[in-house]
């Protein structure tokens, strides 16, 4: 009698957690070894990103993208309520601005009308 396992990735929500490009990752397995709670496994194909099988184990702590030794293989993707995205807007002229945006422009030094 043959028994075989497999593992294969069932995400129970549509978040994705990390994304991997296959163009990039040579299949090294740095980022499954330092996982702090064993989210990655490695993929029985030899050169293939790593499975990501437990997406809401996923601690987005980073060190998976920070062990890996080829830039740009791994992907985190924050939950839209993780993200940091900060936009206000001048009322006077109805420019919006951002965080980290190329080229600020220069600070509103007027007072604030009532």
């Not at 099988?53 to 996923?58: K, Q, S």
């Not at 309520?81 to 601005?97: A, D, H, L, P």
């Amino acid at each position: 009698m043959r028994r075989d396992a497999w593992m294969v990735p069932n995400p129970p929500t549509p978040n994705r957690a990390i994304d991997f490009d296959p163009g990039v990752c040579n299949g090294c397995n740095r980022c499954v070894e330092i996982c702090r709670s064993d989210v990655l496994m490695p993929n029985p194909k030899r050169k293939a990103p790593p499975l990501v099988l437990y997406t809401d184990e996923c601690w987005y702590c980073g060190t998976c993208v920070l062990e890996c030794p080829r830039p740009g293989a791994i992907t985190m993707r924050h939950p839209m309520n993780q993200s940091v995205s900060v936009v206000w807007k001048r009322t006077t002229t109805g420019e919006s601005f951002r965080l980290g945006m190329k080229n600020p422009p220069e600070p509103d030094t007027r007072p604030a009308s009532s």
